[in-house]
């Protein structure tokens, strides 16, 4: 099988040369590859040592130099990558919202506050939709719900009294050495 070799005019060459030097400054790694492997190949590299040069699979450098072909320069940018649908469909995550503003006691749990873990149980039972726990707060962050920590200070708590406790009766609870045991 012949190489493809692309044959570029001077000017688009150096277009092509200034492109990828101003993607990898602005962060564009991807893209600055993909045309440094059309500039190389213009200069008489085949795929397999662009390859080599650029550590990429030989097919994907084949695949970038077709879509140059094809397409060219816009061939080469990034496109829209819709990732994986979401599980919920908008419905149903209005529907999880409002289960959750009523509060777990009204659905029927023993907790007074949601915890990752309940919500997926409920979206499970509701839904039939499996989540795990860890991916239930990406979800709730973009219900517009927000984490909340537990205190570690009493809020309602008088003030003098915590700190009377703190430096009196905790040290006293605290295991110490017995005296005169000679260690």
Do not use: C
């Amino acid at each position: 099988m012949l190489p493809r070799l692309l044959h570029l005019h001077p000017a688009t060459h150096r277009r092509l040369i200034r492109l990828s030097k101003e993607a990898e400054r602005d962060g564009a790694y991807r893209v600055a590859k993909r045309l440094q492997a059309v500039v190389l190949n213009a200069e008489g590299r085949t795929s397999g040592e662009l390859a080599a040069v650029l550590k990429a699979p030989r097919s994907r450098v084949s695949e970038w130099l077709s879509r140059y072909q094809q397409h060219g320069l816009e061939g080469l940018l990034e496109g829209y990558r819709s990732g994986r649908p979401p599980a919920l469909t908008p419905q149903q995550r209005m529907q999880l919202s409002d289960i959750l503003d009523s509060g777990p006691v009204s659905y029927g749990l023993d907790s007074g506050v949601w915890t990752s873990p309940m919500i997926a149980w409920v979206i499970e039972e509701e839904f039939g939709v499996h989540y795990h726990p860890g991916h239930v707060r990406k979800l709730l962050h973009g219900l517009g719900f927000s984490v909340q920590r537990p205190r570690r200070v009493l809020a309602r708590a008088d003030a003098a009294e915590q700190d009377r406790w703190h430096r009196r009766t905790y040290p006293n609870l605290k295991k110490k050495p017995a005296r005169g045991s000679g260690r």
